[in-house]
């Protein structure tokens, strides 16, 4: 008789946007990504105490939904355009989640396109949101539990691609597949796991320069946001996964 270790192998697919994601299909796991700012904001939350982050598409469900929960225990952040929307308590800059300001409080929270993502897979049995911040937290998940199909979706820019979101989603699959060789082939859904791989490869060692690049940046740039720039950039820097139940809504 001869024994062999079974070797689950994984299918990755990399999605840049949400539009671009299937609609029939769902995988066992999703990973969304919203580098700048949406998902580093959220799993900063997390790691700061926050009892959970609901996410919402519509500033106007976020606020009905939210005016149910005592003041002291909500805090409500929305974005639309990079700035703060009126009548929110914040904005979407990760800076600004500190242990204080967020501990035990629950986290509504609307973005132009990081929360729009997750609505897009939340039917998908596991649903995690990944960033820079804690890209290494996200892919030791991923190694342990082993889901055997993983999409990892970029959240773009109303509709159209993000370099930082698609540089995160070749960081992830650039350590699940241990970067690219024909032994690989196998765990490669679509084209794009390569693309992404071969961006994350370049520019590695040089994230927050591939941020001032990318148009989303530049636009934060614009509203004098460097230092969440320079935030987003650092790597492993939590040890958070936000998965469907601390995200609330899921
Ligand atoms: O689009 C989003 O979801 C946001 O993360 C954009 S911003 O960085 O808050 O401007």
Request: aromatic share 6%; proline share 3%; net charge negative.
């Amino acid at each position: 008789m001869t024994l062999a270790r079974i070797l689950k192998t994984v299918k990755l697919f990399v999605y840049d946007t949400p539009e671009a994601t299937p609609q029939d299909t769902l995988p066992d796991c999703a990973v969304v990504i919203d580098v700048l700012r949406a998902t580093t904001t959220i799993a900063t939350v997390l790691a700061a105490g926050a009892e959970a982050v609901q996410a919402f598409s519509s500033i106007e469900e976020l606020m009905s939904v939210s005016e149910t929960w005592e003041d002291h225990r909500r805090l409500r952040a929305g974005e639309r355009g990079g700035a703060k929307v009126e009548g929110c308590d914040l904005g979407n800059s990760p800076l600004e989640c500190t242990a204080e300001r967020v501990q035990g409080k629950r986290f509504f929270l609307s973005t132009t396109n990081g929360t729009r993502a997750l609505q897009r897979v939340e039917k998908a049995p596991i649903v995690l949101t990944a960033a820079f911040v804690n890209d290494q937290a996200v892919i030791n998940y991923l190694q342990r539990e082993q889901p055997e199909t993983v999409w990892l979706v970029g959240s773009g820019w109303q509709g159209s691609y993000s370099l930082e979101d698609t540089a995160c989603a070749g960081a992830v699959a650039h350590s699940l597949l241990n970067g690219l060789s024909p032994s690989n082939l196998d765990g490669i859904g679509n084209d794009e796991v390569i693309g992404a791989i071969a961006l994350y490869s370049q520019w590695q060692n040089n994230l927050l320069e591939l941020f001032r690049f990318s148009s989303h940046g530049q636009r934060l740039l614009k509203l004098d946001r460097e230092t969440d720039l320079i935030y987003c950039a650092k790597r492993n820097y939590l040890k958070v996964i936000p998965t469907q139940t601390e995200l609330g809504v899921l």
